[in-house]
């Protein structure tokens, strides 16, 4: 059983940045694949990006390469997301998530198994 707490949303300017946190409990978290996915207002959830367990490989929905970055501290049980140079586009609620199946990071929430409960993230123009 894994628990994910996110932390770190806000209301920032066009053109900020925001660090956003995923606290993790559960003995096998640095076996997981991690994620962070966002959802608008009336949209579905969207994937933002994702790290294997190690760390060494990262993947990233083009909308967001570039600008932002997903790192994990497995000694912390900590999954971050660096977001710079944050857009009105950026605005959602951001999810962590989990994918206890031990594999390479997906795109596709439905394969992420345990999620947080989200941070909201407003970013005005």
């Known amino acids: 059983q894994v628990q994910l707490v996110e932390s770190g949303g806000g209301l920032v300017q066009a053109g900020g940045s925001l660090r956003l946190s995923c606290a993790a409990s559960?003995?096998?978290?640095?076996?997981?694949?991690m994620g962070w996915f966002r959802q608008a207002p009336g949209k579905g959830r969207e994937f933002v990006a994702a790290?294997?367990?190690?760390?060494?490989?990262?993947y990233y929905a083009d909308s967001v390469k570039g600008r932002f970055t997903i790192s994990r501290d497995n000694n912390k049980y900590m999954v971050y997301l660096q977001m710079n140079s944050l857009q009105p586009e950026d605005t959602a609620v951001y999810y962590c998530?989990?994918?206890?199946?031990?594999?390479?990071?997906?795109?596709?929430?439905?394969?992420?198994?345990?999620w947080g409960q989200g941070t909201q993230v407003t970013v005005s123009s």
């Open positions: 559960g003995r096998s978290f640095s076996m997981y694949a």
């Open positions: 998530a989990a994918d206890s199946n031990v594999r390479m990071p997906t795109t596709q929430a439905i394969t992420y198994d345990y």
């Open positions: 790290i294997n367990w190690s760390g060494h490989s990262t």
